[in-house]
């Protein structure tokens, strides 16, 4: 039986780890590739790198991390941020990524999608998704709009449409993150989750908004994500991804006990 | 010294990186020479069937996988490279290896898991193995342990050689073999320790048997 998966997120900046307070400032909080490794030890299923440099010179310093990091964890972990063409795909691909996430720039350009699903695979491809309640409107008739830029910027489209959307263009996976639900510690969007879960035959990672470990078990039960990502309850030491993981067991969700 | 098959598809890296890691030596290779004098050989990928197959026989490199096998080379093929190793996969309607009889199966759109929702196609992330019979690979591995699975087809082999099944809206084959020839559909470079282990046992095989 298929497990629920864990994925901590690193926010790297500069080649740093980093703590965002909601795209404001940033504290350094330590080395990628040790954080990294601490967590494949602990039993993360995954691990998602967010580079939020994402200028030219950035990028140059974030692959020098993924080949660091490929030679030291034997998990599959993803790269986004900045990723904006075939180029920076294959370049991250080969320094030694499992997937590559594209957020704005499919919005932007939905035919990055389909180029990496066609060059790379459709399993290297995991489309990011920031999407924010609103009112329904025949526009966003689910009443979740995409937003790109941290949620600076409505985009017009409707979560639901460009999630299928996104499918039908060979994502591989999405990972759906709830701006309202992010840095709130209450919980995953749960309505949203179930609402796009629902509806594609990808898997759903759930984003934003975890506070404790009955959070992520929300999310893969009544949420029907695949997986949940997690930051600041691991990065601040809260819990440990041991003990998140025997709560989930405890509660009756099938996750990976024994790496 | 194992020789890691590059029949330009599918990520070769990181099954040498696991190699590396383990300290064992290896070579990215598609030089037939290279290939007969390795003390065994890794057939990685993913990707399509289509593809890999048409790259292996531009290069005749499907004959001299054929032959060294045949002649008792020791070969672990990994995810597409499992599949190949079958007579033939639907995915592209390819005619593959052939090294041991059977064929590929797509998971069909109408399966369902244990919760009742249909499953996610691909197969996507950590999952079980129930054991059929002993393999040296899983030699120390316990039995608890958790594998990485990225793939849309399934194999299935031959009754005879089934070593592990796995549930994923049903019971399909995730390894397959018989001495000195064995398939995985998941992905032991990407399956932390257990995975790890898999790949020493397999180089620790092919000492013993040189």
């Known amino acids: ?259 | 010294m194992i020789a890691i098959l590059d029949y330009r598809a599918g990520n070769l890296t990181s099954v040498k990186r696991a190699l590396d890691h383990l300290e064992i030596p290896n070579r990215i290779t598609s030089d037939p020479r290279v290939l007969s004098s390795s003390g065994g050989i890794i057939f990685p990928g993913v990707g399509a069937a289509g593809s890999a197959m048409r790259n292996l026989r531009e290069n005749r490199l499907d004959e001299v996988i054929k032959s060294l096998v045949l002649s008792g080379k020791p070969m672990l093929g990994i995810c597409l490279g499992c599949q190949i190793i079958l007579d033939k996969s639907l995915e592209n309607k390819t005619s593959t290896l052939g090294l041991i009889s059977g064929t590929c199966d797509k998971f069909s759109q109408e399966l369902y898991d244990e919760s009742g929702q249909l499953i996610n196609i691909p197969h996507m992330g950590w999952n079980n193995i129930h054991m059929k019979k002993d393999c040296p690979l899983f030699k120390d591995v316990p039995e608890t342990s958790e594998f990485y699975f990225v793939h849309s087809y399934y194999p299935v082999p031959d009754p005879d050689y089934v070593i592990g099944i796995t549930h994923y809206g049903l019971d399909f084959c995730s390894v397959f073999g018989r001495p000195g020839l064995w398939a995985t559909q998941f992905h032991p470079e990407k399956s932390g320790k257990p995975g790890l282990k898999i790949l020493s046992n397999f180089y620790i095989y092919c000492l013993e048997n040189l």
């Open chain 1, 1 to 259: 039986m298929l497990s629920k998966r864990i994925i901590p997120c690193l926010d790297v900046r500069d080649g740093h780890l980093t703590k965002g307070v909601k795209f404001r400032g940033n504290v350094d909080i330590g080395d990628p590739v040790e954080t990294a490794r601490k967590y494949y030890e602990q039993g993360a299923d995954e691990i998602v790198f967010y580079d939020i440099t994402a200028s030219a010179e950035g990028r140059g310093i974030m692959l020098k991390v993924v080949e660091k990091v490929a030679a030291t964890i034997f998990i599959p972990f993803s790269v986004g941020g900045g990723i904006s063409s075939l180029e920076d795909m294959r370049a991250t691909l080969l320094a030694g990524a499992e997937k590559v996430s594209v957020n704005s720039a499919a919005v932007i350009n939905p035919g990055i999608i389909s180029q990496g699903a066609e060059a790379f695979g459709s399993q290297c491809v995991v489309v990011g998704m920031d999407v924010l309640k609103v009112k329904k409107s025949r526009t966003i008739p689910s009443g979740y709009e995409i937003v790109i830029h941290g949620g600076r910027k409505h985009m017009g489209i409707d979560a639901l449409w460009w999630a299928m959307e996104v499918e039908r263009l060979g994502a591989g996976e999405i990972c759906l993150n709830s701006i309202d639900a992010d840095g709130t510690r209450n919980g995953y969007e749960l309505e949203l989750t179930r609402l796009i879960a629902d509806n594609i035959r990808i898997p759903v990672i759930a984003s934003g908004g975890s506070g404790n470990p009955g959070h992520m078990v929300d999310a893969v039960t009544l949420g029907r994500a695949s997986a949940a990502l997690i930051a600041s309850i691991v990065h601040y030491g809260e819990y440990t991804i041991p003990e998140i993981k025997k709560y989930m067991n405890d509660a009756g969700v099938k996750v990976r006990m024994n790496w």
